[in-house]
């Protein structure tokens, strides 16, 4: 099934033999296998960081024979050297601009590790120890999962506030950075089991809201602010 997949690649991996850049594929592995979706965002010819991880874990033979039993390995590369972006199709691109738009990429390396159905549970990056050191790390964050899923579990069986008590013990489990956008679901189930707030739920998300709407106020303001100085910027080029 790996040769499957690599087969899918348009480009020479970073991380070797064993990684994929099919995401949708990976996902069905994953599924098949039992297995969680290590995700590297990376910029393999230009990003020192990635290049980094790549030569002190991912090329190591410690990681190539460990990670691989627990997750399949996913490389969503982001090239800037013409001759590899000219090896990537314009699918290729689209998607991977999709998926780190999707997982709210903001940086490189951006490690994303997530369940079979590709939902995130951890994020990380480039850790310093070699690969040893390193799978420890995905082991630690992969508890974590497994934590969740425990507590979810528990909390389908359960109501009233025990069953918001457990879902919220599921969501401590998870890399606060995801809940809003990944496991909205679980919050909205806290807000409605949980009548008189007593975990601060309804009020985290009605203040999150507020936060939103005036940073979505304090956006349309500079914008219209950027258009108004717009004539006189012109101007003042013009002279240049």
């Known amino acids: 099934m790996a040769a499957a997949l690599l087969g899918t690649a348009g480009l020479l991996h970073a991380g070797g033999e064993g990684w994929t850049q099919d995401f949708d594929a990976a996902k069905a592995t994953a599924a098949k296998d039992k297995k969680d979706l290590l995700i590297d965002f990376t910029g393999s010819d230009w990003c020192g960081w990635c290049i980094k991880l790549n030569d002190e874990v991912f090329s190591k033979d410690a990681f190539k024979n460990a990670a691989p039993k627990d997750f399949v390995l996913v490389e969503l590369d982001f090239p800037r050297k013409p001759e590899n972006t000219a090896k990537q199709s314009a699918e290729t691109k689209a998607r991977n601009e ?17 369940d079979a159905a590709g939902r995130p549970y951890a994020k990380t990056g480039y850790q310093a120890g070699g690969p040893e050191k390193y799978v420890a790390h995905l082991a630690e964050l992969r508890g974590s999962r497994t934590a969740r899923d425990e507590a979810f579990a528990k909390a389908a069986k359960a109501e009233g506030l025990d069953k918001a008590k457990l879902l919220a013990e599921g969501l401590a489990k998870i890399d606060a950075e995801l809940h809003a956008k990944f496991y909205q679901a679980e919050v909205d189930a806290i807000i409605a089991a949980d009548k008189d707030d007593t975990l601060g739920f309804a009020k985290a998300k009605t203040d999150r809201a507020k936060e939103q709407e005036e940073m979505a106020k304090a956006m349309a303001e500079q914008k219209k602010q950027e258009e108004r100085l717009k004539p006189f910027a012109d101007k003042f080029e013009a002279f240049r």
């Open 98 to 114: 999709a998926l780190s738009e999707q997982f709210g990429i903001e940086g490189f390396p951006t490690i994303i590790l997530a």
